[in-house]
Every structure is written in C-alpha cells, then in structure tokens.
C-alpha cells in the first residue's frame, strides 16, 4: 500500500511537473529562447492563489484568475522586452530572464513577506477516498485526473487545431509563417503567454499541498530543465513522458532512499545527456 501511495502522488506530481516543463519546452520549440524566469512565473502563480483566498475569494476562482494575471503580466514582459533580445547571444536571455525572476521574487517579498504561509483546500475536496484497506487525499487525487484531463486537452490543441498547426509551423520556420501574412510577433508573445500561464496554473495547483514561500520558484525551474532535458527540447509528448517519470522515481525515492530523492532524477539527467543527448523524444 505504501509504494502504490507513493506512486500516486508521484503521478500528480508528474502531471505538476509536466505542466511546469510544457511551457518551457513549447517557448524554447517555437521562440529557441530559454526562459530562466519560467520558475518565477510559477511563484506568482501560487502566490496569488494564496492572496486572493486569503481575502475570501473561492480557490476556483483563484486558480482561474492566478494563471490568467500571470498569463498577462508574461505577455507584457514579452512584448516589452524580451522580443528585443531574441536575436541576440543567449547569454543575453539568460542575463535578462535570471534578472526578471529575481526582481519577481523580490516584489514577492516586498507584497508577502519572507516567511511565506499555507492555502487551504477547496470544502469539496478535504478529506480522503477510502477504497478497502487504501486511503488517499481527495484533493491529490483531484490534481491528477484535472491536470490529465488538461494535458488531453491542450495535445488536442496542438495538433488538431488551426492555431496549434500554426504554432509548429512557427516553430519549424517563423520566416515562411510571416512570408504567408501572419503576424509572426503576436504568434510569439500569446505562445509565451499561455506557456507562463501555465507555469502560474501549477503554482495554483500545488499551493494548497505544500503552501507558499519566496524561493519556491528556483526549485520548480530546476525541476522544469531535468524534464524539458529528459524529455527533449520542443517536445510535448517528451515533457509529458518525462513529468511523470521523475515525479514517480523522485516520489519512491522519498520511501526507498529519502535522502537521494534529489539526487536520483539529477543523475538521470545526466544519464539522458550521456546516452540521448537530444532527450527521450528530442528533434533530430
């Protein structure tokens, strides 16, 4: 029962992880720009979340609105900014995105506090499903089937809708998308957009299960490079594979060897770069 518990949670986390890494690989697939804010982007998400429930705002609606304020205040950077520097040095994306997440983390200091706190629950949700001798918190088992659901969802998006064709294509050549008429700048900014807002939709997520604090952003990106690495830059399915398989191997690790939890997904990373260097389903 203890290792289909853990297994569990690391599926939810894996789908948590997956959420985190799918942005970050669908920027870097159609912009070839790394993002080093994309964890900061995380906390604002959660911190919101807790925000707005603390005023007595429903956690729904918190969640919805998190990730569409953080989806907003992404597209605006973007636009502002980092479309100046994408045909520079990456050294320069890097320089600039590692400032935007530090500035954002520092405002998240400035708004809440150092010491960080906890978000409750949806009423809905407390409490345990108990099938026989097994027990497993409802809200945990909420995450999982809400983000699997939204991971169908946004594979149909892609690759079955108009917008998703354009949005590979745009990622194959952005110069033959603008030479057929289409405003290759807005393409880019509503992409890095929606990849934020889901940054900021796993930081909703996971607040209510591990609470919030200021620094929670340099270890969700962190996790979101072990993924996008192990799983392939650009590649959806690769972020969806590799999610879930270092949540379930990070999730065991915890009951197995608490103390290399860590350290085991960091050296299958190493291990990816080594024998695939192009990641499980990189592009060839």
């Known amino acids: 029962m203890t290792y289909l518990f853990q297994m569990l949670n690391g599926i939810g986390l894996g789908m948590l992880y997956f959420l ?37 705002m429903n956690f729904w609606l918190a969640m919805v609105l998190a990730a569409v304020i953080v989806a907003v205040v992404a597209g605006v950077v973007e636009a502002v900014l980092l479309r100046r520097i994408y045909k520079l040095p990456h050294t320069f994306h890097i320089l600039v995105t590692v400032g935007i997440a530090l500035f954002i983390q520092e405002l998240v200091i400035i708004l809440w506090g150092p010491l960080g706190g906890s978000v409750a629950a949806p009423s809905a949700l407390n409490g345990v499903v108990m099938v026989g001798d097994f027990i497993y918190p409802k809200y945990r088992l909420f995450m999982i089937g809400f983000t699997a659901v939204l991971a169908i969802g946004l594979y ?23 030479l057929l008429g289409y405003d290759t700048l807005r393409i880019n900014t509503l992409v890095f957009a929606a990849g934020a807002g889901l940054a900021g939709l796993a930081g909703a997520l996971v607040a209510p299960i591990r609470g919030v604090e200021p620094f929670m952003g340099i270890e969700a990106l962190s996790i979101a490079f072990v993924v996008v690495v192990i799983g392939g830059m650009g590649s959806y399915v690769g972020a969806l594979v590799a999610g879930i398989l270092v949540g379930v191997v990070q999730s065991l690790m915890a009951t197995i060897w608490p103390e290399g939890a860590r350290l085991m997904i960091y050296l299958g990373m190493a291990a990816v770069i080594v024998l695939l260097p192009r990641g499980l389903y990189g592009r060839a």
Not at 160 to 176: D, Y
């Open 156 to 178: 149909w998006a892609l690759e079955r809708t108009r917008l998703g064709a354009i949005v590979r294509a745009g990622s194959e050549s952005s110069e033959n998308m603008a």
């Open 20 to 56: 985190l890494a799918v942005g970050l690989t669908i920027i870097f697939g159609l912009l070839q720009f790394v993002n080093f804010a994309h964890g900061a982007f995380y906390l604002l998400g959660a911190y919101l979340t807790y925000d707005f429930v603390e005023r007595g």
